[in-house]
């Protein structure tokens, strides 16, 4: 069965861009979340959708937003790109949000904002 | 906040068993206790799971003590391949994949 996989695998952008990362989850997974790994902050939650739900959402602001469409591939946005933007991008899947359902991360995606 | 406490970093000599504490004493009972580790610059791996019971995969051993207020990993025989940072992980709660990394334990594995 094929793992989490996440496109684009590196990206380079100039601020004021934005940027769409996708993230397909393992074949029958349903529950989607994101985060974000900076060397200052390490990893950090962004959110989790579930059945095109977000059900929950991290510390950020509303410069970054996703989404997760009916196949439960999901896809997060960030608009107006900072430099501190710059940072590892973790997709991860699960069968349902649930304390005993394990999360499988992807191998992320690498921004860079110059 | 991350509710686990994990020493920063260890060492351990290759074929040897290496066993990394955590601590989570305001761990709730229906809380998992979840362990990935993180090979510089890919995603976290799951390595083992549990919620009460000690537990043991292909990967790993997990030791929860009898109050659930801590737990060890064990790698039975570490190898250079299993250096890593390590993270100890409390799943927030029952109904959500919300994961709070802590800074995790970075295990060194030498010759």
């Known amino acids: 069965k094929a793992g989490v ?21 393992i074949s029958g997974h349903r529950s989607v979340s994101w985060y974000q790994q900076t060397p200052g902050q390490g990893l950090q939650f962004l959110f989790e959708y579930f059945s095109e739900t977000q059900r929950n959402k991290g510390n950020f602001p509303g410069r970054f937003s996703g ?37 499988y991360f992807g191998p992320g995606t690498r921004l860079l904002v110059l | 906040d991350a509710k686990t406490t994990q020493p920063t970093s260890m060492d351990c000599a290759e074929g040897r068993a290496a066993n990394l504490p955590c601590n989570h004493s305001t761990i709730s009972g229906n809380e998992y206790v979840y362990w990935y580790r993180q090979i510089h610059s ?8 549990g919620l009460k ?19 060890t990993l064990i790698l039975p025989h570490a190898t250079l391949r299993d250096t890593a940072v390590y993270y100890c992980i409390v799943r927030v709660g029952e109904h959500t994949d919300k994961l709070i990394f802590g800074t995790g ?5 030498f010759p």
Request: aromatic share 4%; glycine share 6%; net charge positive.
């Open chain 1, 5 to 25: 996989t996440q496109t684009p695998r590196y990206l380079i952008k100039t601020r004021g861009q934005q940027v769409t990362l996708s993230c397909s989850p």
């Open chain 1, 67 to 103: 989404r997760q469409f009916s196949n439960s591939r999901s896809e997060m946005n960030v608009s107006t790109l900072e430099l501190g933007d710059s940072a590892l991008y973790l997709c991860a899947s699960s069968l349902g949000p649930s304390g005993g359902k394990t999360q």
């Open chain 2, 42 to 49: 890919q995603g976290p791996q799951y390595i083992i799971h």
């Open chain 2, 53 to 71: 019971n000690n537990e043991t995969n292909e990967m790993a051993s997990l030791i929860i003590t009898e109050d659930r207020k801590s737990s």
């Open chain 2, 105 to 109: 334990t970075r295990l060194q594995v």
